[in-house]
Each structure stands twice: as structure tokens, then as C-alpha cells.
């Protein structure tokens, strides 16, 4: 009879490489598989750019320009929602603007749906033309059916440049 | 008398298994988190401004596959080492990643556990957190019996069933 031969700790990393190679294409296979037939699937090759960025998460939201967001602003008939961070919105923000980042949307939600009901325009907002915070919330609010949601591009400095009204502190 | 307890202690196999058990359940959830949004997950890693523009999908796309596999793995016990050698490859890369973008002064969301762009932005914790993980692997790594392990219960099983 053959001898075993002793396992050493060369062969156990040896087997450990393997084995990981392995795990690691059973992953890229069935992530390969479940990309082509999901719906949401993502292309493979992606342009990584802000400016495409910005153009593919606004995909199926509705933006809102800023002339008709200050006329519904002036007529009363909009909650502007300010979707940077505590500290951002502290220390300005659109005059009577509700902060509500993305990660708070469940807290805001009943409050956000009732004034939305009550007739108001919701419009979501952050700072600079790629930042996601915004269409993040949009989508957030969106699938909580609450709808439609605008979003105003780089809402918070074309805002302030444009010279409307504005505060600062909390809510 | 004391210290060759603890090492006793620290290289039991009873902690490896529970290292595997805690590893597999964080990286079948992180997995999952990660499939049910692509794109947000995307938009974590280009978020990093590390990845070359070419590697952000097809890595949105395969990751979270392989997290699910290796967890899935760990908890199961099959593969154990080769498991334990990614997760604590991919560990270390993810607190290298999380400290170069500290030093760089970005304030973004780390995309480990939730793909929302508002999440919890990066700290020194979260390279911490990464680094007890890496440990955990390393510990599997080293010293892993394959204790509760699928393919040996079902190995202890066989001759009672052929009985």
C-alpha cells in the first residue's frame, strides 16, 4: 500500500490558491449569467465620466429648470428638499427647504407624501451638477409612491448664483 | 501555564469555526446588498477615483458574486481555505482602498454594506473594521478544522445511510 504523503504547508497554500481561483470564477460566471438576464443589468463597459455620470442617473426622473422651480416657489406651490448633510443644509440652504438626505428618506416619508398630496411640488435638491444625493432621493421617494419627484440640478448653487432667497440654521 | 492556555485558546479550531460562521454571514449579506443594485454600487467605486474607468462595471458586476459565493462557502464549510484566502485578500485591499481615500481627503460613502451615496461616509473605523475582518480570515486561514462543515456531515451520514 501506498504511503499517504504528509501535508505540508506549501501544499495547504497551494490548495487554498486553487480553491480561490475557483470561487472566484464560480462568481464571475453566475454574476455573468445573472447580468445578462436581469433587466437592471449593467453594461460592461461603462463611461466613468461626471458629466455622464450626472446624465445617467437623472435616466427616467424628471428635472425641473430652475426659472420653474422659483416660480413655484414665489406662488408657494413647492417643498423644496435639501438632500446634502445636517451640516451642509445648517449652514444654508433654500429659504423654507426641508433637509432630507437620501439615508433619512423612510423618517421623511409620511410627512413628505402628505404635502405632496396637500398639492405641493416636490423638488429635490443638492450641491454641484454630479452629485447623486438628490436622484437618489427622487428614486427613494419615487418607489415609495410618492410622484412625481423633480430634481433641480446642482439646485443649491444655481440657487444662491441667482441670488433667491436663502437662510441658514435648521428647520 | 497561563500563556499556553491562551495560545490554546486563541488557535482553537471552535473559534475559527465561529470566525467562519461571523465572515460568511457578512459577506453573503454585503453580496446580496451589492446585486440589488449594480449601478449604486457602480457609483461607490468610481467614487474612490482609484479604478481605471474600464474595471468599474465588469467589478460592479462580479463582486458581489463572488462576496455571496465565499460567504456562502464559509458557512457551509465547503472550500474553506480557498474561501479564507479571498476574503482576506479582498479585505486587505478594501482597507487599503478605504485608508488611500482618508489620506486624500474624500468624503464618500464606503459601498461595503449599503450602495447609497448617502450612507455613512468613510472613517479610520471603517479601515479598523477591515483589518479585525483580515484577522478573522487570516485565523480560518490557519487554524480551520472544517468543524460542522457540510461536506463531512454529509461524509459522517453516508455509511448510516448505506447500512
Not at chain 2, 458581489?64 to 481555505?81: N, R, S
Request: proline residues 5%.
Amino acid at each position: 500500500m501506498k504511503a499517504r504523503k504528509p501535508r505540508t504547508g506549501a501544499w495547504r497554500l497551494s490548495r487554498a490558491i486553487w480553491q480561490g481561483i475557483f470561487l472566484v470564477c464560480l462568481g464571475a460566471l453566475l454574476a455573468t449569467g445573472f447580468n445578462a438576464v436581469r433587466t437592471t443589468g449593467l453594461a460592461w463597459r461603462g463611461t466613468w465620466s461626471p458629466a455622464s455620470l450626472a446624465a445617467s442617473q437623472r435616466q427616467g426622473l424628471e428635472e425641473i429648470p430652475l426659472q420653474e422651480a422659483w416660480v413655484l416657489y414665489e406662488g408657494g406651490k413647492a417643498l423644496f428638499v435639501d438632500t446634502r448633510d445636517p451640516v451642509s443644509f445648517y449652514e444654508g440652504h433654500i429659504k423654507g427647504a426641508l433637509n432630507c438626505p437620501p439615508g433619512e428618506a423612510e423618517r421623511y416619508l409620511e410627512e413628505i407624501r402628505i404635502l405632496a398630496l396637500s398639492g405641493l411640488v416636490i423638488i429635490a435638491y443638492c450641491d454641484g451638477v454630479d452629485c447623486p444625493l438628490s436622484t437618489e432621493l427622487a428614486r427613494s421617494l419615487q418607489r415609495a409612491g410618492v410622484a412625481p419627484v423633480w430634481v433641480l440640478v446642482d439646485g443649491w448653487g444655481r440657487w444662491r448664483k441667482a441670488g433667491y432667497p436663502t437662510e441658514k440654521g435648521n428647520r | 501555564m497561563m500563556r499556553a492556555r491562551i495560545i490554546t485558546w486563541l488557535a482553537s479550531p471552535y473559534l475559527s469555526l465561529l470566525f467562519r460562521w461571523c465572515l460568511g454571514v457578512i459577506f453573503v449579506y454585503a453580496g446580496l446588498v451589492k446585486i440589488a443594485d449594480p449601478l449604486g454600487f457602480a457609483l461607490a467605486l468610481y467614487n474612490y477615483h482609484i479604478l481605471p474607468a474600464w474595471m468599474i462595471n465588469p467589478l460592479a458586476i462580479c463582486l458581489p458574486w463572488v462576496e455571496v459565493i465565499i460567504g456562502a462557502g464559509l458557512l457551509a464549510g465547503i472550500m474553506i481555505p480557498g474561501g479564507a484566502l479571498v476574503v482576506s485578500g479582498m479585505l486587505a485591499i478594501f482597507a487599503v482602498a478605504i485608508g488611500i481615500s482618508l489620506i486624500r481627503g474624500l468624503d464618500i460613502a464606503c459601498g461595503c454594506f449599503s450602495t447609497s451615496a448617502g450612507a455613512e461616509p468613510i472613517t479610520w473605523l471603517f479601515v479598523v473594521r477591515d483589518i479585525l475582518l483580515l484577522g478573522m480570515g487570516m485565523h480560518i486561514l490557519l487554524f480551520d478544522k472544517a468543524y460542522a462543515s457540510l461536506p463531512r456531515l454529509i461524509q459522517a451520514q453516508l455509511p448510516k445511510i448505506s447500512k
